[in-house]
C-alpha cells in the first residue's frame, strides 16, 4: 500500500501479486516450469465508496504475463513471473509515483529484472517499463538452466528526499543488482551491467534485502550497506512436499563501494564512501564471521547462539593496521539445511532476521522433527556481535552465555519480525511455526547509539 499523487489529488494504492496461486492448475514446484504471472492494483482512498456496484472504479487494472506491455519491451510479458515478493509505491525523479515489483519466479524467459508502473501526475495514466539484468537460464551458476528471477526489491532514497535513487535486489542465481533511477528521463534508468555481488555456489536469494547506510571510520563518510539471508523455499504442490534450497546458506552484509556517480551529482547532499573502479567484491574480500556457541535454552527459547566480533578492515581505510581489503562480511548459517526466507528488519542499527531449519523427517515416522529456526540480531556495520545484547530478560538485563552476547535466540518464528512499544519498552512479537505467538523483549541502543535528546539546558 502507498499513497500517489495524480490528477490533482492524494490517492491511496493497494497493489499485489498472486504468488505461488498465479497459476490455474496449481503451484509450480521446481524452477523450469513456466508460471503465469499477475499484478493488480485497487484504489483503496476511501473506505466508504468499497462496495461491489463501485468495483469497477476500485479496480484499477490486474495485468498478466499475457496482457502486460511496455513502453521500452516488446512482449515484456515473458519476463513476469509469479509475482513473490511485495510491490512497492515510492515517487521517482521525473515527478511521477510509480510501483516497483521484481519478475517473480519461473517467468517464460526466466531472466531477472524490474517492472516500474508509472503514474502520470497530471492525468494518472499508466505505463510500464522493464529493466532487465540480462541473467536468464543461460547464466544459471550451477549450470543446469533453471530459471533466474527476483521475488523482492528494495529501495533506496540516499538523499533523504522521499524520491528513491537506487533500487537494489538480490536474484534466485545469488546476484546483486543495483538499478539507477537517479535520472529525471525514464529512458535513462539503467541497471549495473555487472552483478554487485554474487554469492558462492549461487546461493539463491529470495527475500528483501535491508539497506541502510553505516558510521564511516574515524571522520571518513558513511558506507552504504545492504544485508540479505539466502535461502529458497519452492512452495508445495498438489503432488509434493514444499522444499528449500540446498546447500550450506549464509547472512551477508555488502558495501555498494561504488557511489562516485552518486557523490558527484550536483544534488547529492548526502556523499558515501567509495572507491575509484573498478573492484571485485568475492567472498574472499569479506570478513567471516562464525557462530562461536549455541547452547539449548529454556521455555519458548529452543537454543541460545553466540556470534564473534571481527573488525571489518574495509578497503581503502585505515580502519586496521594492515589488510584493509574488505567489502563487508559473512556469517554462514551452522546448521547444514538453514537458511533465510523471510524478510529482514533494520532496528536500532541491527540487522534482524529469522532463519529457517526445515523439516528433517518424513510424515508419520517416529523421526518427525518439525520446522526450527533462530532469530538472529547481528550489527549492519560488521555482521558480529553487538557491545549489548539486543535480546533482554523479564528483568531487563542483557542475555550473556559464558561472558559472550547473545546474538541469536531459537524461537522458531516465522515471517519479518515486528516491533512493539509497551510501558516504554521495545518488544519483537512474533508467530512461531506451531502458531503460537512469543514476545521477546529488547534492549534499544545496542549498537552503541545514544537516545534520543529531548532538550538541553545551554545556560
Given at each position: 500500500t502507498g499513497d500517489l499523487f495524480y490528477s490533482g489529488a492524494w490517492h491511496t494504492w493497494l497493489v499485489g501479486g498472486l504468488g505461488a496461486g498465479g497459476n490455474a492448475s496449481g503451484p509450480i514446484g521446481n524452477k523450469t516450469s513456466t508460471a503465469v504471472g499477475a499484478i493488480y492494483a485497487l484504489d483503496i482512498t476511501d473506505p466508504g465508496t468499497f462496495s461491489e456496484t463501485n468495483a469497477s472504479s476500485l479496480v484499477l487494472g490486474e495485468w498478466s504475463s499475457s496482457t502486460i506491455a511496455c513502453a521500452n519491451v516488446v512482449n515484456c510479458g515473458t519476463r513476469l513471473g509469479s509475482t513473490f515478493g511485495t510491490p512497492v509505491i515510492r515517487r521517482l525523479h521525473n515527478g511521477n509515483w510509480a510501483v516497483l515489483f521484481g519478475t517473480g519466479l519461473n517467468s517464460s524467459s526466466g531472466t531477472a529484472g524490474m517492472f516500474i508502473l508509472l503514474v502520470d501526475a497530471s492525468t494518472g495514466v499508466k505505463t510500464f517499463r522493464f529493466i532487465d539484468t540480462g541473467y536468464g537460464p543461460s547464466r544459471d551458476p550451477l549450470g543446469v538452466n533453471s530459471k533466474n528471477g527476483i521475488a523482492y526489491v528494495a529501495p533506496a532514497d540516499l538523499d533523504g528526499d522521499h524520491i528513491t535513487d537506487y533500487v537494489y535486489a538480490g536474484d534466485a542465481f545469488g546476484n546483486i543488482w543495483r538499478f539507477d533511477l537517479t535520472s529525471s528521463n525514464p529512458a535513462s534508468w539503467s541497471v549495473s551491467t555487472a552483478p554487485i555481488f554474487s554469492t558462492p555456489a549461487g546461493q539463491p536469494i529470495t527475500s528483501r534485502l535491508a539497506v541502510a547506510s553505516v558510521p564511516g571510520v574515524g571522520s571518513g563518510p558513511q558506507r552504504l550497506v545492504f544485508s540479505f539471508g539466502t535461502g529458497q523455499q519452492i512452495p508445495q504442490t498438489l503432488t509434493s512436499a514444499a522444499t528449500y534450497a540446498t546447500g550450506a546458506q549464509a547472512l551477508y552484509g555488502i558495501w555498494d563501494w561504488n557511489l562516485s556517480g552518486w557523490n558527484s551529482r550536483a544534488a547529492a547532499t548526502a556523499q558515501y564512501a567509495s572507491l575509484a573502479a573498478p573492484q571485485t567484491v568475492a567472498v574472499a574480500n569479506l570478513q567471516a564471521q562464525a557462530v562461536t556457541s549455541t547452547v539449548a535454552g529454556s521455555g519458548s527459547v529452543s537454543g541460545y547462539r553466540t556470534i564473534s566480533t571481527n573488525?571489518?578492515?574495509?578497503?581503502?581505510?585505515?580502519?586496521?593496521?594492515?589488510?584493509?581489503?574488505?567489502?563487508?562480511?559473512?556469517?554462514?548459517?551452522?546448521?547444514?539445511?538453514?537458511?533465510?526466507?523471510?524478510?529482514?528488519?533494520?532496528?536500532?542499527?541491527?540487522?534482524?532476521v529469522n532463519t529457517t531449519i526445515p523439516a528433517s523427517s518424513q510424515i508419520l515416522t517416529c523421526n518427525t522433527q518439525p520446522a526450527a529456526g533462530y532469530t538472529m540480531a547481528v550489527t549492519m556495520a560488521g555482521g558480529g556481535a553487538a557491545r549489548q545484547s539486543f535480546f533482554g530478560d523479564a528483568n531487563n538485563n542483557f542475555v550473556s552465555y559464558g561472558g559472550a552476547i547473545v546474538s541469536g535466540i531459537g524461537l522458531s518464528a516465522t515471517g519479518s519480525p515486528s516491533i512493539v512499544t509497551a510501558m516504554k519498552k521495545p518488544y519483537l512479537v512474533q508467530q512461531t511455526v506451531g502458531g503460537t505467538g512469543v514476545v521477546s523483549q529488547i534492549n534499544p541502543g545496542v549498537s552503541g547509539a545514544g537516545g534520543r535528546l529531548n532538550w538541553i539546558k545551554l545556560r
Open positions: 573488525t571489518v578492515c574495509w578497503s581503502g581505510s585505515a580502519a586496521c593496521g594492515t589488510g584493509n581489503n574488505k567489502f563487508g562480511w559473512t556469517l554462514p548459517l551452522p546448521t547444514s539445511t538453514e537458511q533465510v526466507v523471510y524478510n529482514p528488519i533494520i532496528a536500532y542499527g541491527m540487522f534482524v
